[in-house]
């Protein structure tokens, strides 16, 4: 009898633990969220939080975000660069979830505070072709089951307040700081290898509207090669009981510095990712 009672006494303590962590992540999600609309930075989140527990307030967050963003499209890797991620202490990229209405085509006007810590960077997306990519090993076995890949500038929201030390479960918990994009035309991906060299050698540049150059990056400043970040994103969803779908977008990451968004057009041009040549996006601001 005494036995049993330990063991109900446990395993009600369990529940109990798990349904305050699970309210807890609600209610942080929530927070994020409420920032998230009213485009208020957030100074700190109620509670420190692990990168366990950052997952689950994500999760939150996104069920809200999912209310008024549309479908779910797609995933965004971040911290794909080594430096960033030293600087944020993870040892490996994090990620986040496309929705939708983020994605708005090239050309398109976005109010110069379209967040509450705007900013702008050069990133590229990738469409998977066929759900065979789950099960896909190497860069050229990813590359096979790829069928486009879409010039994207990136208009992510950090949200925290300048001052704030970021670290990757608060990177995490704001969905990676997904926002708005803009995106171009897709470009039809082969699966010949000389698309793995393409990719990760292409070059991008963003300028704005006088024409100079702001930031600039490789395709190779994704994890070494743009496939390396799409096999993370497979093996990460697989950790987390979840696989890429025919017709996801894959947002690869940062190519270029991030850069606070100003008044007028940027652009975005792409060198040798297109067989026929550059490829040009921009996004104007007001």
Do not use: C
């Amino acid at each position: 009898m005494k036995r049993h009672l330990l063991f109900f006494l446990a395993f009600t303590f369990l529940f109990v633990s798990l349904g305050v962590s699970k309210s807890n992540s609600q209610d942080i999600g929530a927070f994020i969220y409420e920032h998230f609309t009213k485009k208020e930075q957030i100074k700190a989140l109620p509670k420190q939080i692990t990168m366990e527990e950052a997952i689950g307030v994500q999760k939150a967050f996104v069920s809200l975000l999912g209310k008024d963003h549309g479908r779910q499209i797609g995933y965004k890797a971040g911290l794909t660069n080594p430096k960033a991620q030293e600087a944020f202490g993870v040892k490996e990229p994090v990620l986040g979830i496309l929705f939708e209405k983020m994605l708005l085509k090239s050309g398109a006007t976005v109010n110069v505070a379209f967040g509450a810590r705007p900013v702008i960077e050069g990133d590229l997306i990738i469409r998977v072709g066929d759900e065979k990519i789950n099960d896909a090993k190497t860069p050229e076995e990813a590359l096979s089951y790829l069928d486009q890949v879409i010039p994207f500038i990136e208009l992510p929201d950090l949200m925290f307040s300048p001052d704030t030390k970021l670290d990757g479960p608060s990177i995490v918990a704001i969905n990676v700081g997904a926002r708005l994009g803009v995106v171009g035309e897709p470009i039809s991906l082969t699966g010949q290898k000389e698309w793995l060299q393409r990719l990760k050698t292409m070059a991008l540049e963003i300028s704005d509207e006088k024409g100079e150059m702001i930031t600039e990056g490789t395709g190779g400043a994704l994890l070494g090669d743009p496939m390396n970040v799409v096999l993370w994103i497979k093996d990460e969803l697989k950790k987390r009981g979840q696989a890429l779908k025919k017709g996801d977008l894959l947002s690869l990451g940062s190519i270029t510095k991030m850069v606070p968004p100003k008044p007028g057009t940027m652009k975005a041009k792409y060198m040798g990712l297109d067989p026929k040549g550059p490829v040009e996006i921009s996004v104007r601001f007001q």
